[in-house]
């Protein structure tokens, strides 16, 4: 696909703060991705990369290349990365409980703009990561810790820049459809969930997109940098909210996300205030 002027104009907007919060702005007033074309070549190059192999595995999108979210949320994450990124002064520590789009997407872009980014994504599920994310992972230079390799892996998890994905073994856990999913309920991921704990880091930003993820806010709530932030998705599922009582600050934003700190804030420096305009306070 050929590179239009106009998407040249639009990613060469995207390198500053005021352009970026007016694209924000356009797309939360309309609800509307500000280039549709971007977005389907997004798409396009993602489940390229994907494929373990031409014709192979691809990652499914729910309407965007960006994350497993509404494109409004997806966008948002975008948005808040980028503005805690330039207020970190351009090195940027961020910790993801649960791999997948996010962890192919986000850290590129923001390297893209100009930011020195350490990630770090913790995997449960081991097969769909070798399926999906490992191949698109390992063109791009990745440190993959397997589970069992902690304590022998060099250099010391995530003090390098770019990515580092440490990858448990414990099956695919889907604990919300019924009686029938108890055992994945009560399945040990006490590892999965203790290892940022261990790494004596704090991070600027915290995802919680995986399992376990009211015990992950826990943890998160004392991992963040001074000024850090979480941010949870499917908030609106109630039996995470007892977990926002670990931080001082957090609100709904977008359509089911929740952010958090450890400081009074409305997050205003850091979400686009059309994002916040309809969204509740809670924590």
């Given at each position: 696909?050929?590179?239009?002027?106009?998407?040249?104009?639009?990613?060469?907007?995207?390198?500053?703060?005021?352009?970026?919060?007016?694209?924000?702005?356009?797309?939360?007033?309309?609800?509307?991705?500000?280039?549709?074309?971007?977005?389907?070549?997004?798409?396009?190059?993602?489940?390229r990369i994907a494929?373990?192999?031409?014709?192979?595995?691809?990652?499914?999108?729910?309407?965007?290349?960006?994350?497993?979210?509404?494109?409004?949320?997806?966008?948002?994450?975008?948005?808040?990365?980028?503005?805690?990124?330039?207020?970190?002064?351009?090195?940027?520590?961020?910790?993801?409980?649960?791999?997948?789009?996010?962890?192919?997407?986000?850290?590129?872009?923001?390297?893209?703009?100009?930011?020195?980014?350490?990630?770090?994504?913790?995997?449960?599920?081991?097969?769909?990561?070798?399926?999906?994310?490992?191949?698109?992972?390992?063109?791009?230079?990745?440190?993959i810790v397997?589970?069992?390799?902690?304590?022998?892996?060099?250099?010391?998890?995530?003090?390098?820049?770019?990515?580092?994905?440490?990858?448990?073994?414990?099956?695919?856990?889907?604990?919300?459809?019924?009686?029938?999913?108890?055992?994945?309920?009560?399945?040990?991921?006490?590892?999965?969930?203790?290892?940022?704990?261990?790494?004596?880091?704090?991070?600027?930003?915290?995802?919680?997109?995986?399992?376990?993820?009211?015990?992950?806010?826990?943890?998160?709530?004392?991992?963040?940098?001074?000024?850090?932030?979480?941010?949870?998705?499917?908030?609106?599922?109630?039996?995470?909210?007892?977990?926002?009582?670990?931080?001082?600050?957090?609100?709904?934003?977008?359509?089911?996300?929740?952010?958090?700190?450890?400081?009074?804030?409305?997050?205003?420096?850091?979400?686009?205030?059309?994002?916040?305009?309809?969204?509740?306070?809670?924590?």
């Amino acid at each position: 696909m050929s590179e239009s002027p106009q998407r040249r104009l639009l990613e060469r907007a995207f390198r500053t703060s005021f352009a970026r919060r007016g694209l924000a702005a356009i797309r939360w007033r309309s609800g509307l991705d500000a280039d549709l074309a971007e977005l389907a070549a997004r798409v396009e190059r993602l489940e390229r990369i994907a494929a373990s192999e031409p014709g192979g595995p691809q990652l499914s999108t729910h309407g965007t290349s960006k994350a497993w979210a509404s494109p409004r949320d997806a966008d948002l994450l975008e948005e808040t990365l980028g503005a805690v990124a330039e207020r970190a002064g351009g090195m940027l520590n961020v910790l993801e409980w649960g791999s997948g789009l996010s962890t192919l997407h986000y850290p590129e872009w923001l390297a893209g703009g100009g930011a020195r980014v350490s990630w770090t994504t913790l995997e449960h599920d081991r097969e769909f990561f070798r399926r999906f994310i490992e191949p698109a992972l390992r063109e791009r230079g990745a440190q993959i810790v397997w589970s069992e390799e902690l304590g022998s892996a060099e250099p010391k998890l995530g003090e390098r820049a770019g990515l580092t994905a440490v990858v448990f073994d414990k099956g695919p856990i889907d604990p919300i459809e019924g009686e029938s999913r108890v055992a994945d309920r009560l399945k040990d991921l006490d590892d999965y969930v203790a290892l940022p704990a261990t790494l004596g880091r704090r991070f600027h930003a915290i995802l919680v997109d995986g399992r376990k993820r009211r015990r992950c806010l826990g943890e998160a709530a004392a991992l963040l940098e001074d000024g850090g932030i979480a941010l949870l998705h499917d908030a609106l599922r109630p039996y995470y909210h007892c977990a926002f009582a670990a931080f001082r600050s957090g609100r709904l934003i977008g359509d089911e996300l929740w952010i958090g700190a450890q400081v009074e804030t409305d997050f205003a420096d850091v979400v686009p205030r059309e994002a916040l305009g309809a969204s509740t306070r809670v924590g």
